[in-house]
């Protein structure tokens, strides 16, 4: 303990020496760069913790400080100076019922940063969750601290999941960042900034986002930011699964679930101080900003609904679409399994998963592969071959009421569509408006919502565009499908003939294609009900009302359980059905049946004609 504080009397002595040499025309004074830091002596090692916003300038001047030091302190001359963006361990935080040590080598969460993972991360993930639940004490601490110490500071809620940091390559997606000392997640001060200061590079002169927020060339500025943490336990395990990817010029079917952790809903206590060159003033000013930076979204996943702060439009062109959906359940991490629980979440992500999906089916009818390929990677961004920020975003904003087995899961909300080009927007929106009258959202949606047997419980969904409606006539979805094409062609002409796509067998599936081998079908239907009419789904979900007479077809015995019409566990379906209600016009199901050449398909097409369906495509 002695030695201790020896070495933090020496380094105090040589912060005290910067401040009564600093010269008025220095532009980032080393005392400020170091005002915050901490020294260890280990060995032949002096190793000094610096916060992350200032760890480059402090490496960049790494021969001035250890000249002044070696100066000020000789005994420590023969020592290796190390800069590191992580405090010395030490114990930070206690409770008033025990004294916890919250460093790297204790911290239950921290400790995920050791685990080795199996296949099956979720039960690490869960532990992780639950060991989170007893951190509030820790929360409660910072946030008095951050305020204690900040000029200013504010809290913001986010409108659903944030993911920031992670620390392990691609299964880095496993865990958020973890601070180094309190063992929580956190959003690092060096995040905020580089938030603020992209967001600000756009919209306020360079000379002004320098001046208050500094730069390498220039110094410091006059704010300077706080890690931002919690206000109370909001970790969950959280799910990506992409179910299409792109081999060489094919794109295949096959569903991949990474389970992880983000921060549902948090609210974040964050910080800002001036420096000694800023003022309260200044300090307002880059509030302000941060403000309006993090509604446009921080971390990663911005681009499909993480980490936004509110539901606002932050590119060029934008556009919001009002929406209702009715579904027997949409899931992340925990889907329904004979080993746990379920648990339903309305997912921003699935609107995107099933946008990208309906704008890749049409575009391979157009482009040839490789070039479709690079559009879709600049319009929805692409982690292979290289990563590529993609010019679209995708937000939504809804409210929910539960479901059940044996009732309707119902979202409604607004789903916001932003672009960096006119063009682009005007595309996404009638792949939108096509996607609302083909299929659905998430689980089920290549089904109506009806109640199933002989295993029962509710299949499928229902979704629909507020307002954005299509009859059910013949001349007008062609005129719309060429209104497509033609939003397609403004983006981007076609270098080459598109490839003769087929869907690929059961169990080796590929990306449905909207060309020459698929159909789409409108089958009218005068008694179709509405699925916020049904009262009873036990006793009304089996009738052709609410099924329609397309899916009653498809669940004939000369088509249900075939695989090469209807799909199987791991086979998607090759007819996808919906059920569309124009307002006071008649009610009709659209039946797009992909690869419709193969023998079983062209059957279903022959008999789905003789019920009364007109071809509206090709």
């Given at each position: 303990?002695?030695?201790?504080?020896?070495?933090?009397?020496?380094?105090?002595?040589?912060?005290?020496?910067?401040?009564?040499?600093r010269?008025?025309?220095?532009?980032a004074?080393?005392?400020?760069?170091l005002?915050?830091?901490?020294?260890?002596?280990?060995?032949?090692?002096?190793?000094?913790?610096?916060?992350?916003?200032?760890?480059?300038?402090v490496?960049?001047?790494?021969?001035?400080?250890?000249?002044?030091?070696?100066?000020?302190?000789?005994?420590?001359?023969?020592?290796r100076?190390?800069?590191?963006?992580?405090?010395?361990?030490?114990?930070?935080?206690?409770?008033?019922?025990?004294?916890?040590q919250n460093?790297?080598?204790?911290?239950?969460?921290?400790?995920?940063?050791?685990?080795?993972?199996?296949?099956?991360?979720?039960?690490?993930?869960k532990?992780?969750?639950?060991?989170?639940?007893?951190?509030?004490?820790?929360?409660?601490?910072?946030?008095?601290?951050?305020?204690?110490?900040?000029?200013?500071?504010?809290?913001?809620q986010?409108?659903?999941?944030?993911?920031?940091?992670?620390?392990?390559?691609?299964?880095d997606?496993?865990?958020?960042?973890f601070?180094?000392?309190?063992?929580?997640?956190?959003?690092?001060?060096?995040?905020?900034?580089?938030?603020?200061?992209a967001?600000?590079?756009?919209?306020?002169?360079?000379?002004?986002?320098?001046?208050?927020?500094?730069?390498?060339?220039?110094?410091?500025?006059?704010?300077?930011?706080?890690?931002?943490?919690?206000?109370?336990?909001?970790?969950?395990?959280d799910?990506?699964?992409?179910?299409?990817?792109w081999?060489?010029?094919?794109?295949?079917?096959?569903?991949?679930?990474?389970?992880?952790?983000?921060?549902?809903?948090?609210?974040?206590?964050?910080?800002?101080?001036?420096?000694s060159?800023?003022?309260?003033?200044?300090?307002?000013?880059?509030?302000?900003?941060?403000?309006?930076?993090?509604?446009?979204?921080?971390?990663?996943?911005?681009?499909?609904?993480?980490?936004?702060?509110?539901?606002?439009?932050?590119?060029?062109?934008?556009?919001?679409?009002?929406?209702?959906?009715?579904?027997?359940?949409?899931?992340?991490?925990?889907?329904?399994?004979r080993?746990?629980?379920?648990?339903?979440e309305?997912?921003?992500?699935?609107?995107?998963?099933?946008?990208?999906?309906?704008?890749r089916?049409?575009?391979?009818?157009?482009?040839?592969?490789?070039?479709?390929?690079?559009?879709?990677?600049?319009?929805?961004?692409?982690?292979?071959?290289?990563?590529?920020?993609?010019?679209?975003?995708?937000?939504?904003?809804?409210?929910e009421?539960?479901?059940?087995?044996?009732?309707?899961?119902?979202?409604?909300?607004?789903?916001?569509?932003?672009?960096?080009?006119?063009?682009?927007?005007?595309?996404?929106?009638?792949?939108?408006?096509?996607?609302?009258?083909?299929?659905?959202?998430?689980?089920?949606?290549?089904?109506?919502?009806?109640?199933?047997?002989?295993?029962?419980?509710?299949?499928?969904?229902?979704?629909e565009?507020?307002?954005?409606?299509?009859?059910?006539n013949?001349?007008?979805?062609?005129?719309?499908?060429?209104e497509?094409?033609?939003?397609?062609?403004?983006?981007?002409?076609?270098?080459?003939?598109?490839?003769?796509?087929?869907p690929?067998?059961?169990?080796?599936?590929?990306?449905?294609?909207?060309?020459?081998?698929?159909?789409?079908?409108?089958?009218?239907?005068?008694?179709?009900?509405?699925?916020n009419?049904?009262?009873?789904?036990?006793?009304?979900?089996?009738?052709?009302?609410?099924?329609?007479?397309?899916?009653?077809?498809?669940?004939?015995?000369?088509?249900?359980?075939?695989?090469?019409?209807?799909?199987?566990?791991?086979?998607?379906?090759?007819?996808?059905?919906?059920?569309?209600f124009?307002?006071?016009?008649?009610?009709?199901?659209?039946?797009?049946?992909?690869?419709?050449?193969?023998?079983?398909?062209a059957?279903?097409?022959?008999?789905?004609?003789?019920?009364?369906?007109?071809q509206c495509?090709?």
């Amino acid at each position: 303990m002695k030695k201790k504080k020896q070495q933090k009397s020496h380094w105090d002595d040589f912060l005290a020496q910067l401040r009564r040499q600093r010269h008025p025309s220095d532009k980032a004074p080393l005392d400020e760069l170091l005002a915050n830091s901490q020294v260890e002596n280990k060995g032949n090692e002096l190793i000094v913790f610096v916060s992350p916003e200032v760890i480059g300038e402090v490496e960049e001047k790494r021969g001035k400080i250890q000249k002044r030091l070696f100066k000020v302190i000789p005994l420590w001359r023969s020592k290796r100076l190390i800069f590191r963006v992580q405090s010395p361990s030490t114990n930070v935080v206690s409770s008033s019922h025990s004294s916890r040590q919250n460093n790297m080598s204790t911290s239950p969460l921290q400790a995920l940063n050791q685990t080795i993972f199996g296949e099956y991360p979720q039960p690490a993930l869960k532990a992780a969750v639950a060991a989170e639940k007893n951190c509030q004490f820790i929360y409660q601490k910072l946030k008095n601290r951050v305020e204690a110490i900040a000029t200013s500071h504010l809290t913001i809620q986010f409108t659903w999941r944030v993911r920031v940091g992670g620390t392990r390559g691609f299964q880095d997606i496993l865990l958020p960042v973890f601070h180094p000392v309190y063992g929580v997640p956190y959003v690092p001060a060096s995040s905020l900034k580089g938030v603020v200061r992209a967001w600000a590079l756009n919209r306020q002169p360079k000379s002004e986002v320098t001046r208050l927020l500094g730069s390498l060339d220039e110094g410091i500025g006059k704010v300077q930011f706080l890690d931002a943490f919690p206000t109370k336990p909001c970790l969950v395990v959280d799910m990506v699964n992409p179910l299409w990817s792109w081999s060489g010029e094919i794109v295949n079917y096959q569903a991949v679930p990474h389970a992880f952790l983000s921060m549902e809903k948090p609210e974040l206590c964050i910080g800002l101080a001036s420096t000694s060159k800023g003022n309260s003033a200044d300090v307002e000013t880059v509030k302000g900003w941060l403000e309006k930076a993090l509604a446009s979204g921080i971390g990663s996943r911005v681009s499909a609904g993480y980490g936004r702060s509110c539901l606002s439009s932050n590119l060029p062109y934008s556009s919001s679409h009002e929406f209702e959906l009715w579904t027997a359940g949409m899931y992340g991490a925990f889907p329904p399994n004979r080993d746990e629980e379920a648990i339903a979440e309305f997912r921003p992500t699935a609107v995107r998963g099933m946008l990208r999906y309906w704008w890749r089916s049409l575009a391979l009818g157009i482009y040839p592969p490789s070039q479709c390929r690079e559009l879709e990677a600049s319009m929805f961004g692409a982690i292979e071959p290289t990563t590529t920020e993609g010019s679209l975003r995708i937000s939504v904003d809804w409210e929910e009421q539960k479901g059940s087995r044996s009732k309707p899961y119902y979202y409604w909300g607004n789903i916001l569509l932003e672009a960096k080009q006119e063009s682009q927007l005007i595309l996404l929106e009638k792949v939108l408006k096509l996607a609302a009258h083909l299929g659905g959202i998430g689980r089920g949606s290549r089904r109506p919502l009806h109640w199933n047997n002989p295993y029962p419980g509710m299949r499928g969904c229902h979704w629909e565009l507020v307002d954005e409606y299509l009859p059910g006539n013949s001349e007008t979805w062609q005129q719309f499908l060429q209104e497509i094409r033609e939003a397609f062609l403004a983006v981007r002409s076609p270098n080459g003939t598109p490839a003769n796509n087929h869907p690929g067998k059961p169990n080796s599936r590929r990306q449905d294609v909207l060309n020459n081998q698929s159909r789409i079908y409108l089958l009218p239907q005068t008694d179709l009900i509405h699925p916020n009419d049904v009262r009873n789904w036990e006793t009304e979900g089996t009738k052709t009302s609410v099924r329609g007479e397309a899916l009653d077809l498809l669940y004939e015995d000369d088509f249900k359980g075939n695989a090469n019409v209807g799909g199987s566990l791991e086979t998607p379906s090759y007819v996808i059905i919906k059920s569309n209600f124009p307002i006071k016009k008649l009610a009709y199901q659209t039946v797009t049946i992909f690869g419709a050449n193969h023998p079983d398909r062209a059957q279903f097409v022959r008999e789905l004609s003789n019920i009364g369906a007109q071809q509206c495509f090709p």
